[in-house]
């Protein structure tokens, strides 16, 4: 298994450019997120999905989209690119286990933008 | 909203020191609670877990005990070695936001020779 993908590992962007972060996993886990690491910070969360179909808000949305149409993927888009955006963003899984039973998150290697 | 604080932010021993890293949280209804390493430039490796109904866990020469009531988790690394130094964050999820972690800015580590 290669675990949790993420590319491209590093993106230099403009101001008011758009791009697409992508995140793979090939583990069946029906929990994804997204977060973001800003320096010497904890990683905040952006967007999470519990499933195909669903996803939802974190404490951080402003400025990105997701969408899960598969149980694999789970995009990130960043819409008319801001410096506020430039940081390391961080994808990752969690299978279900059982009923209310979850279990640890596996994370990607990130992707580490910059917007000038 | 949970607040996660990890003491010290930055920590330096000489090899073969023991040493305990602290992790607080304020909320208790926690689901579980993770311990990653994350070496410099790189992604977050998870090094335990610890179920909300747990006290502890072990792996090699860490060890993390989690007492809920408190909102305190403790990482002990035994005989620590210079391989040991990278950045420990102490994350810890509930229900809310799809069992999501909130994290510890973490301890920066330097194990010197």
Known sequence: NAGVTQTPKFRILKIGQSMTLQCTQDMNHNYMYWYRQDPGMGLKL???SVGAGITDKGEVPNGYNVS???TEDFPLRLELAAPSQTSVYFCASSPRLAPDVYNEQFFGPGTRLTVL | KQEVTQIPAAL???EGENLVLNCSFTDSAIYNLQWFRQD???GLTSLLLIQSSQREQTSGRLNASLDKS???S???IAASQPGDSATY???VSDRDSGYALNFGKGTSL????
Not at chain 2, 110 to 113: A, F
Request: glycine content about 8%; overall charge positive.
């Open chain 2, 70 to 72: 408190s909102g305190r």
């Open chain 2, 89 to 91: 964050l102490c994350a």
């Open chain 2, 12 to 14: 330096s021993v000489p």
């Open chain 2, 74 to 76: 403790t990482l002990y």
């Open chain 1, 68 to 70: 899960r149409s598969t």
């Open chain 2, 110 to 113: 330097l194990v010197t020779p």
């Open chain 2, 40 to 42: 410099p430039g790189k």
């Open chain 1, 46 to 48: 952006i967007y999470y």
